[in-house]
């Protein structure tokens, strides 16, 4: 039986992660912390899940690494260069660290479609939309798009007058717009363009606890068993393509 503390219990992707926790057989909640817990009740866990804030997850993430508990990390604004600084933690302490920047599996993916086909286009941008709530912009799943364009190309993405605000934010090279409006739960549509031509990938969640249950099932099951840093749920995924 796999012990969770679950960090951030009580938020949105929280919660729905806490009821697949509850359900899925071979797992057991051993606790729920929220803001006001200490994170020594982290202790005793086979398994920590990160679902906080931003700001309070890099905390949660070396506390869990420290005690030598696998991890699996669904807060949003985990860039590459936040996770290259934690790598070597993970590395030390020889266990595992799974970051999910987005546990649906239409998202994940998108997202993969648009790495594979980026290598055909010169131009790629990425317009995110999510909630007037939402604390953290660009989304981690839209950086996560941007990082996986890059890695796919063999030269970076052209991105014209990158330097005006306007542009957007310039993630791995590409330009992300960010939405925040009322109504909106989560979409994503990444561009890329060539000579003639545009496509357009789309992804929207309108019931994000029935789109994330599979994907958080993926990757409960896949943090266990993970050793150093994976990131993406793709890496669960048997997709046949992908960035190269």
Do not use: C
Not at 212 to 241: C, K, M, N, Q, S
């Amino acid at each position: 039986m796999t012990l969770v503390a679950l960090a951030g219990g009580t938020g949105k992707l929280g919660r729905i992660i806490r009821t697949v926790v509850e359900q899925e057989p071979g797992f057991e909640l051993h606790a729920v912390l929220t803001s006001r817990s200490d994170l020594s009740e982290l202790g005793g866990a086979d398994l920590v899940i990160d679902a906080t804030h931003p700001d309070a997850s890099d905390g949660i993430v070396r506390a869990a690494i420290a005690q030598g508990s696998a991890l699996l990390v669904g807060t949003s604004g985990w860039s590459a260069e936040r996770i290259a600084a934690i790598r070597p933690l993970v590395d030390q302490a020889g266990t595992g660290a799974v970051f999910i920047p987005n546990f649906s599996l239409g998202s994940v993916i998108g997202s993969a479609v648009a790495a594979a086909a980026a290598r055909f286009f010169p131009f790629a941008e990425i317009v995110e939309a999510h909630r007037d709530t939402k604390v953290d912009s660009p989304s981690g799943t839209a950086v996560r798009t941007a990082e996986l364009i890059a890695a796919s190309r063999d030269e970076p993405v052209s991105a014209p007058y990158a330097d005006q605000p306007a542009r957007g934010q310039g993630v791995a090279g590409v330009p992300v717009h960010s939405l925040r409006r009322p109504g909106v739960v989560a979409h994503q549509q990444a561009i890329l363009s060539g000579p003639g031509e545009t496509l357009s990938i789309v992804h929207d969640t309108s019931d994000p606890a029935a789109a994330y249950a599979p994907g958080i099932r993926l990757a409960l099951a896949g943090a266990v068993e993970a050793r150093g840093v994976t990131v993406g749920l793709e890496h669960f995924l048997d997709l046949g393509f992908g960035a190269r």
